[in-house]
Nanobody
Framework: VQLQASGGGLVQPGGSLKLSCTVS????????IGWFRQAPGKEREGVSC???????????DRVKDIKGRFTISRDAAKNTVYLQMNRLSPEDSAVYYC????????????????WGQGTLVTVSS
């Protein structure tokens, strides 16, 4: 089981990035995939997840305006889960990780067993 997060980079405030989580060793349709982030000096927090075997999606309410800015999606043919992030602000700067859980989607880190290596998102002018 492997997860590879990519798509991070430097973007100006108000800009967009699309993160990808490409997996191997399992099928994304069968397992929940979560996106988490960790900023320097802060605890890791759940951002969004998509359930396996269903279209259920959760977004972290604690992230400002997340439902209007972030969209999680899945491409089964590419075995990849995406996190589209729009209207980014400096507060969104962090290392973003994707992880595999069981079938059900939640935003607790301890529900996820397999983790990717993370991709750095920096929002700065």
């Amino acid at each position: 089981v492997q997860l590879q997060a990519s798509g991070g980079g430097l973007v100006q405030p108000g800009g967009s990035l699309k993160l990808s989580c490409t997996v191997s060793g399992f099928t994304v349709e069968n397992y929940a995939i979560g996106w988490f982030r960790q900023a320097p000096g802060k605890e890791r927090e759940g951002v969004s997840c998509i359930a396996g075997s269903s279209p259920t999606r959760y977004y972290a309410d604690r992230v400002k305006d997340i439902k209007g800015r972030f969209t999680i999606s899945r491409d089964a043919a590419k075995n990849t889960v995406y996190l589209q992030m729009n209207r980014l602000s400096p507060e969104d700067s962090a290392v973003y990780y994707c992880a595999r859980g069981n079938e059900y989607c939640d935003l607790r880190s301890d529900s996820y067993v397999y983790w990717g290596q993370g991709t750095l998102v920096t929002v700065s002018s």
